[in-house]
């Protein structure tokens, strides 16, 4: 069985563009989570969705969003990129419920 | 507000026992994980403890919780190099929301 798979795993954008991450949960996970971790910190919950829903939402600005299509795959979505913005982004995919979270390897943006 | 606070680092020699600490501020998480992350890589769910629970043990892997202080603690037995990585706890405060903690380098000397 494939695990998580994110796409691309690396990435160099430039400041004011917009970036598309990817991410493809373990067949039958029907909920994905994304997080954002900066260098040196640990990851910070930016979204988590469930059958197509948003079910929750970190403190991250309006720039940032996602959405859930019906195969359970999942997009994430950062418009006018910042510097600051560079990081790493994790998507982790979960069966349902409050159990195991796993994690992909993640794309590494780079804003320049 | 959510801090869930690690120590930085921890230096051991290999064979060694490893104890890495947390502390988490919601009383009201339902599980409580360790992952492990290696350079350049994402994270690996090593273990999980539901809140109800005192202790897991899983192979080399020792997880207890003191609820009441709000502490976890991953020991690990027989430390070998390729040990040697983040350790990260975190917190499950609901819808899958997990709060981590900034970390614990893990340094495996022979």
């Known amino acids: 069985d494939a695990g998580v798979t994110q796409s691309p795993t690396h990435l160099i954008k430039t400041r004011g563009q917009h970036v598309t991450l990817r991410c493809s949960p373990i067949s039958g996970h029907k909920s994905v989570s994304w997080y954002q971790q900066v260098l040196g910190q640990g990851p910070q919950f930016i979204f988590q969705y469930y059958e197509k829903e948003e079910r929750g939402r970190g403190n991250f600005p309006d720039r940032f969003s996602a959405r859930q299509f019906p195969n359970y795959s999942s997009e994430l979505n950062v418009n006018a990129l910042l510097l600051g913005d560079s990081a790493l982004y994790l998507c982790a995919s979960i069966l349902s419920g409050d159990t195991e979270a796993f994690f992909g390897q993640g794309t590494r943006l780079t804003v320049v | 507000g959510e801090d869930v606070e690690q120590s930085l680092f921890l230096s051991v020699r290999e064979g060694d026992s490893s104890v890495i600490n947390c502390t988490y501020t919601?009383?009201?998480?339902?599980?409580l994980y360790w992952y492990k992350q290696e350079p350049g890589a994402g994270l690996q769910l090593l273990t999980y403890i539901f809140s109800n629970m005192d202790m897991k043990q899983d192979q080399r892997l020792t997880v207890l919780l003191n609820k009441k202080d709000k502490h976890l603690s991953l020991r690990i037995a027989d430390t070998q190099t390729g040990d040697s990585a983040i350790y990260f706890c975190a917190e499950n405060t609901g819808f899958q929301k997990l709060v981590f903690g900034t970390g614990t380098r893990l340094l495996v000397s022979p």
């Open positions: 919601d009383s009201s998480s339902t599980y």
